[in-house]
């Protein structure tokens, strides 16, 4: 399949990586959930730098992966975990939105 070249933002810095075609939504919603999470950990830890702030957003993003997996193919739940990610990341945004007004 072919692949194209995504611009996403990260911590305000600029990144070019590569994905399917059609799958570029998919990848800036990554990139933009990953951004929200990174940040929410830079204020609640202090943590400064791209590289330390990441390594704990990835860990606690595969602990929630392996916990859902771990839970079974119920899918109402995970609905309503994902509803739940989506909220906080709603929530994340007002807040940058917020503070750079």
């Not at 933002?9 to 951004?35: H, M, P, W, Y």
């Not at 999470?37 to 992966?65: F, M, W």
């Not at 739940?77 to 929530?91: F, K, M, P, Q, V």
Request: a negative charge; one cysteine or more.
């Amino acid at each position: 399949m072919a692949k194209e070249e995504v611009k996403v933002s990260i911590l305000d810095r600029q990144f070019t990586v590569n994905c399917r075609r059609g799958e570029k939504d998919k990848l800036l919603e990554a990139a933009a959930f990953l951004d929200s999470q990174i940040r929410t950990i830079q204020e609640q830890t202090k943590l400064v730098g791209l590289e330390r702030c990441a390594i704990v957003a990835a860990l606690n993003i595969s602990n929630e992966l392996l916990r859902l997996k771990a839970e079974g193919p119920d899918l109402t739940l995970a609905a309503e975990r994902i509803r739940s990610i989506g909220d906080l990341i709603d929530e994340a945004i007002q807040e940058v939105q917020d503070s750079a007004s």
